[in-house]
């Protein structure tokens, strides 16, 4: 196939414009789920009572998450210049500031649930678990979707001369941070009460 088939008509290529809509309407899966936490903020109906978040704890974690930004980057730029070993070596890097952010973020869950703040606790409980577990899964999804290019890449299934594979990745997983720094921000940073 054609390079020129494999592009629209604005010379970008489908597949990263295929990622592009996608993230758009995950854009508006979040856009969503913050607006029913912002809506349930006050509504704590027999929640926890005082600060429940730990900011340190959430900036750190959320600081190892921003920092994958620049591995994930740093893959790029190495599989464009054709070096398959650093570019490995980054994704793995990015992939580990994943599962480093989704187990602190399992830490803070369980100890929200220790201290009485569970989904079925009031509506704001439950639109908190929804924004912050959805934003888990989709980290969880992209370190999946790093770890199997890391290991096509082993292989020989992505090859130096496909580095819009790892650009396609990239875009998700910045995405993924992108939107973290909007909920960090919502949810942890803004006394709205």
């Known amino acids: 196939m054609s390079a020129a088939v494999e592009e629209t008509s604005l010379g970008l290529d489908n597949r ?5 809509v996608f ?13 029913a936490y912002l809506m349930y903020l006050n509504t704590t109906a027999g929640g926890p009572d005082g ?18 930004s620049l591995t994930m980057v740093l893959a790029h730029h190495a ?9 490995r070596m980054w994704i793995l890097a990015t992939a580990f ?15 929200f649930f ?38 096509y890449s082993r292989v020989g299934k992505v090859k130096a001369s496909q580095p819009l594979k790892t650009e396609i990745i990239g875009l998700y997983w910045h995405f993924v941070d992108v939107i973290w720094v909007i909920i960090f921000v919502v949810v942890y940073l803004i006394p709205w009460g």
């Open 16 to 20: 990263k414009l295929a990622m592009w």
């Open 23 to 35: 993230l758009g309407s995950e854009f508006m899966f979040f856009g969503a789920f913050i607006t």
């Open 51 to 68: 600060e429940i978040f730990d900011i340190v704890y959430t900036s750190v974690s959320s600081f190892v998450l921003l920092m994958s």
């Open 79 to 87: 599989h464009e210049q054709g070096d398959m070993r650093r570019m």
């Open 97 to 111: 500031q994943g599962l480093v952010f989704v187990g602190g973020q399992a830490y803070e869950f369980t100890k």
């Open 114 to 151: 220790k201290e009485g703040l569970v989904p079925t606790a009031s509506p704001f409980a439950s639109s908190f678990f929804v924004l912050t577990g959805f934003h888990g899964v989709h980290v969880t999804v992209g370190i999946i979707m790093l770890l199997g290019l890391w290991s």
